[in-house]
């Protein structure tokens, strides 16, 4: 009989433990906390808005259009598209292809990257010589791809470069004016060959500082892994010219202001700290919604319950972006010094228990 009684209390233990201790650890985590402002005000790039008409990351975007499409016009109209369907919280929805929005009749270059970039690396010297070996092949890829080297010196006029498609998941990366960018340099350097290198100089000089305006005002570390790359490999254009040609000092000067060191402005990082924020802080604030969602896999279906059940239960959204926040804000910060004093800081974070993992 106590026998019985023992089973049925400890039964009932156990029923208790099962059913209490969940709703226990749902109880304690129902409620969020409010979302800090300063953490609002880091995720919000509204107040850095620039006039459309001088941004250039919508020509950069429209570069490829239709030969008969303006490409500023044309960029606009599809930063507007892509931005609604990310709008769209929807499991369909997969990374946008730009070149699938520009359409059929979008142009498509017909110099080969992998071929081009080969010729002058960021570091490597011998660019002139490669680019004379190749001549004939730049003059042939200059002429097809006319149009998109006037489209792309057309980004020169431009004040800014901000990108304003929405920090998502499934936001697209465009690179292809980069492959432009090459094809540029390698015109300028068969200036130079043909007799003109205060020509190929000011060419120079004036892309430089194209890309210098990207690593000022791009949120993504992509184009401005992109941008440092162009102004590193120009830079070492710029060198073999001045150390092959004899040039006057009014051209030496365009090439010292080219290659002269980055401001503080343009070394800055914290935009594109803010831009992973932004994106991460958006993923946690809509993780219910069907666009993160997948299918559990029939093999570990218990594992995948489990795991939406505690997301569900145990997350806490607001919190989690607030701490998040502190972390983000602190090396955003340290990114703005110079590099002696932020390597250091980044030593003693590494030293230090609760920003070990962080950094």
Known sequence: MNLKKTLKWVAVVLVALFLGVPV???AINAFDEELQPAAQ????FSTAEVPPEQNAYYAWIGLR???NENQHVRGKEIVAHVNKQLDIESREIEIIDIDVLLGPKHIASKTPPSELNLLCRRDTPGCLDRYRAKDADIAHWVREDKVLLDRYRALYSYAYFHETIK??????FYSAPATVA???????AQQALRGNPGGAL???HEDTAFWRRVITDSRLLVNRMIAVASIQTNAQLISEIIATYRLPTDKLQIAATAIRPLTDQERDLSGVFRYEFS???HMLTHLD???YQTDCDSDSWSACLFGKLSTASLLKPNATINMSFEKFNRIAQASKLPAKPFLEQVKQARGDDESRSFI
Do not use: E, K, M, Y
Request: no cysteine; aromatic share 4%; net charge positive.
């Open 202 to 204: 000011r060419r120079l």
């Open 65 to 67: 259009a239709a030969h």
């Open 182 to 188: 090459a094809l540029a340099r390698a015109q300028a």
């Open 24 to 26: 226990l650890i749902v």
């Open 41 to 44: 005000a880091f995720a919000d």
């Open 289 to 291: 919604s069907h666009a």
């Open 167 to 172: 920090p998502r998941p499934t936001a697209p």
């Open 279 to 281: 994106l991460g802080a």
